[in-house]
């Protein structure tokens, strides 16, 4: 079986106050001829179709257009929502939707979707599994210890065929646990411990929404969203595609691309990237004024991209903006690398953050306000409040 994987969208979406609905209406269209070109017999979108839980209409609308393009093929899709998405939202109407071979994962409710295909190696299982938070299934699995998104994730896996299979026979009954003698196939919307994070993603503090690469074991390919940048994580069959639009600058030495794979006999696994183009570029800019508004330097360039331009001159260029505006109209930022800022105090990265636990940044922030450490009696107490919140 070939499928696309896909993933992160983000319909909707504004970088820097700039609608980013053209270049994602463009990239679908490209993405629409990709699937013409390799004809896979499923796609998968693993979450954050929308940007929002509350989308905007033109966002809506270029979903359903998209959905549109897909069902007249007569392709398998599976679909999953993600962090950014309403779960209701995406699932709304999934069992009419289903009958054009479309599959929206339903709300979480302790139980998986699980489709059967076939091709000439015999069945393989697609199981759907939606964003989910260690509260969402405590409260459902109240009798198991879930105290992190590694126990909530597991714990989702293990009662993943308790209820029926969506396969042909929706009155068949799936079986009492994952069978690892056939192939199967995840869709899941998680942060899996070792991936890179970038600045637009959301970050939880101390790693908290880590989840182990282990609990993934059962599975022949775990197709993975959340995380931007396209990569894989522990083997090559747990895997990122990452978003098909640059979203941030620190994505801007990305290469965004769908992943196409082919899952032959058990444990033949063929994977390869489709690099996109976008309609317009988000990159970076650095040199003094003169050098960056020289036409030498910009002639031969996209000035339609999205562009961060970093001046190194050592005085500010009045009305710099406006100026560079006049070469760059889509100029998303503007900042300056010189001495003086060089000498600013600079604040840990984001992943330096994620490093560190709940109680470790309080520890730090208390030190910062007081001009004193913690003493142990304050730390027990923080301590007893964060185990009490987190649960």
Not at 71 to 84: D, Y
Not at 192 to 207: L, Q
Not at 345 to 357: F, T
Request: charged share 30%; net charge negative; hydrophobic share 40%.
């Amino acid at each position: 079986m070939r499928f696309v994987h896909l993933s992160d969208l983000h319909l909707g979406k504004r970088v820097n106050e700039f609608s980013m609905i053209e270049d994602q209406k463009y990239i679908l269209l490209q993405i629409v001829n990709i699937i013409d070109e390799e004809k896979p017999d499923a796609v998968i979108i693993a979450g954050d179709v929308f940007d929002k839980s509350v989308p905007s209409e033109e966002a809506v609308s270029l979903w359903d257009d998209f959905l549109n393009m897909l069902a007249e093929r007569k392709l398998k899709v599976f679909v999953i929502s993600g962090n950014h998405d309403s779960a209701v939202r995406v699932s709304e109407m999934h069992r009419i939707v289903g009958a054009a071979g479309i599959h929206l994962s339903p709300v979480y409710d302790g139980r998986l979707s699980r489709f059967e295909l076939t091709d000439e190696f015999g069945e393989i299982n697609i199981y759907l599994l939606p964003f989910i938070k260690p509260a969402n299934v405590r409260a459902l699995f109240p009798d198991e210890t879930i105290e992190s998104y590694t126990d909530a994730v597991r714990v989702a896996l293990s009662h993943a065929v308790s209820g029926p299979s969506l396969s042909e026979d929706p009155l068949k009954e799936a079986g009492p646990e994952i069978d690892r003698s056939k192939r199967n196939i995840l869709v899941a919307h998680q942060f899996v411990t070792g991936a890179s994070r970038c600045e637009s993603e959301e970050i939880t503090i101390g790693g908290l929404d880590n989840v182990d690469a282990s609990v993934f074991e059962d599975f022949d390919y775990v197709a993975l969203g959340h995380i931007h940048g396209p990569q894989y994580v522990s083997k090559e069959s747990i895997r990122y595609c990452g978003t098909p639009l640059k979203y941030s600058f620190s994505e801007k030495d990305h290469h965004k691309a769908v992943i196409v794979a082919e899952l032959k006999e058990k444990g033949d696994l063929d994977i390869r990237k489709v690099e996109l183009k976008p309609l317009r570029d988000l990159r970076q800019v650095k040199g003094t004024y003169e050098e960056v508004t020289a036409k030498a330097n910009y002639e031969n360039t996209n000035t339609e991209d999205y562009v961060h331009v970093v001046l190194t001159d050592e005085n500010d260029i009045p009305d710099a903006i406006g100026k560079l505006r006049v070469i760059y109209p889509n100029l998303m930022k503007l900042s300056y690398d010189n001495k003086r800022t060089r000498e600013n105090r600079i604040i840990d990265q984001a992943a330096a953050v994620e490093e560190k636990s709940p109680i470790e940044l309080f520890e730090e922030f208390y030190e910062l306000q007081n001009n004193q450490p913690m003493n142990e009696e304050q730390k027990n107490l923080v301590k007893e409040l964060v185990e009490n919140i987190w649960r």
